[in-house]
């Protein structure tokens, strides 16, 4: 069956808040979590790497949140993606519907929650004597654009995957930490020994981290990074995509 | 006259998806057995049916639990594919397949309502001009803002109901759930179906209450085994049906 787009369109933003609804039903503070949750990390690691084991790097903070805050959009993504489907198992075995849906608004819903989080960006590069840049205006959509590609075929992956082997769950959890220490969040590429530097350069997420953080705290946009983000992005697209339909008709079954 | 629906030799095999449960152990410690658990086991729900439904026909399916009916509405809806044969559906179908079916316990009544229309079809701007109606139509009052987990299961089925009533479908499938609703409630479904019926819409419908069909429908489907027994005019399948029940 076809869907037009304008339908489309109206699903997802009727399915996202939803999720947001359910999420939100029964706390007091709503969103604020998904701000309060990386800012409490921020402090711990400020903590540790700053004043207990003097890291060189300047504006720490800033550094800290420029690579915590997208890292956590990420992370919650591919996280929540594992239980997407099986949360909403009343809805697909009883309606017809683009079920690809479902782990988009998973993955739009933390994006918002991430949008939220650059006024706080913008309130500690004030702090640090520094200040948002022009280039904000494209360079946000640019790379959070690939991100979202990249984030949408790795939660279409996990999401179909995971209601066939739920042990996936365990293995995504490691795989998730694993990545964060694999990245420069608390670190920069510079403070890597040569001998390891193949370990971020072939990490898309890490390319991802130090866009978005050069772009919060320069300014700047390296065309050659973001062209080589866009790439795995495709890559992880066609590859979810391609699991995805391989699947999608036996969701209804195995619910 | 056009098909509606038409089942050509199709049957439905589900395989018994729980021995995976085991996960990576058994996978790593025993890859023979686990393996052949995947491919080994299965559920026949229905086997070679074959049935075609006229547009704006109005057609019931009975038999026993378990027979296959739901299998078959499934198959319409579109849910779940056949393992062999074919299932042509031509237009939109809209489905109210179970009670509480494509709603979330901890929304609100008004909330599942937006979910649930969407769901079968109904765009936005659509949806803001007939919630009122929907919300008349399923007489529940105050609890229209408490989140569905506290609703009776009478409550459900009207909520469920009422947003059928306002989605423009060419195809209606209807499973087993009016029993629930009281008797005015009913009354008031009863004719809504029939309202469907005159505008040309082509009805589905699953219920074990004999009276309920006769009002309703002119063609009755008997599942009996997983295998189509009869197919004929309501009176004449229905009696059958009763006397076979009796035995």
């Known amino acids: ?255 | 006259m056009t098909v509606a629906i038409e089942f050509k030799n199709v049957t439905k095999r589900y395989p018994l998806y729980h021995h995976i449960g085991s996960g990576i152990k058994e996978l790593i410690f025993n890859p023979k057995r686990a393996l052949s658990m995947l491919s080994g086991r299965s559920y026949l729900a229905i086997e070679d049916i074959c049935f075609q439904v006229n547009k704006g026909e109005s057609v019931a399916l009975i038999g026993r639990n378990g027979a296959g009916k739901s299998t078959s509405l499934s198959l319409v809806a579109g849910v779940i594919k056949p393992t062999s044969g074919s299932v042509e559906v031509s237009g939109r179908v809209a489905s109210m397949l179970e009670l509480g079916g494509g709603f979330h316990p901890e929304l609100t009544g008004r909330e599942n309502i937006r979910l649930n229309a969407t769901l079968l079809g109904l765009r936005r701007k659509e949806l803001n001009k007939r919630i009122d109606k929907i919300i008349e139509f399923s007489e529940l009052g105050e609890f229209i803002d408490e989140p569905i987990r506290v609703y009776s299961s009478g409550m459900l089925a009207k909520l469920g109901f009422s947003v059928i009533t306002q989605v423009d479908p060419d195809i209606l499938i209807i499973d087993e759930v009016l029993a629930v609703g009281d008797i005015s409630f009913q009354r008031k479904c009863i004719n809504t179906i029939n309202d469907f019926k005159s505008k040309g819409v082509t009805i589905l419908f699953v219920s074990h209450s004999m009276s309920d069909i006769e009002k309703v429908c002119n063609k009755v489907i008997w599942i009996e085994n997983h295998k189509v027994r009869k197919i004929g005019d309501s009176k004449s399948v229905i009696a059958e049906y009763k006397e076979f029940m009796q035995q």
């Not at chain 1, 939803?18 to 709503?30: A, P, Q």
């Not at chain 1, 800012?39 to 915590?68: C, D, E, H, S, W």
């Not at chain 1, 995957?161 to 969040?185: A, H, K, Q, W």
């Open chain 1, 1 to 255: 069956m076809k869907y037009n787009f304008g339908y489309l369109i109206d699903l997802i933003a009727v399915i996202t808040e939803k999720e947001l609804k359910v999420r939100y039903k029964s706390s007091f503070l709503g969103y604020l979590w998904s701000i309060a949750n990386p800012l409490l990390f921020a402090m711990i690691y400020y903590f540790i790497f700053k004043l207990v084991m003097r890291v060189q790097i300047p504006n720490y903070t800033v550094f800290l949140i420029t690579g915590l805050f997208p890292w956590q959009w990420f992370a919650s993504s591919a996280n929540n993606s594992l239980f997407s489907f099986i949360a909403n198992a009343q809805i697909i075995k009883k309606t017809v519907f683009p079920r690809s849906v479902i782990p988009f608004s998973n993955v739009l819903m933390e994006f918002l929650h991430f949008l939220c989080t650059i006024p706080v960006i913008v309130v500690f590069l004030y702090i640090y004597d520094m200040s948002p840049s022009i280039s904000w205006l494209w360079g946000i959509p640019l790379i959070g654009f690939g991100q979202m590609m990249l984030t949408y075929g790795l939660a279409l992956m996990l999401s179909t995957l995971n209601l066939f082997f739920r042990d996936l769950e365990r293995f995504v959890s490691l795989g998730i930490m694993l990545m964060f220490y694999c990245t420069p969040i608390l670190y920069s590429v510079d403070l890597i020994p040569e001998a390891y530097r193949w370990i971020i350069g072939t990490n898309p997420l890490s390319l991802m981290i130090v866009s978005w953080r050069d772009l919060f705290m320069h300014g700047t946009i390296n065309y050659t990074t973001l062209s080589h983000i866009y790439l795995s992005a495709l890559v992880m697209m066609v590859v979810g995509v391609w699991v995805f339909n391989k699947l999608k008709f036996r969701f209804a079954e195995i619910l």
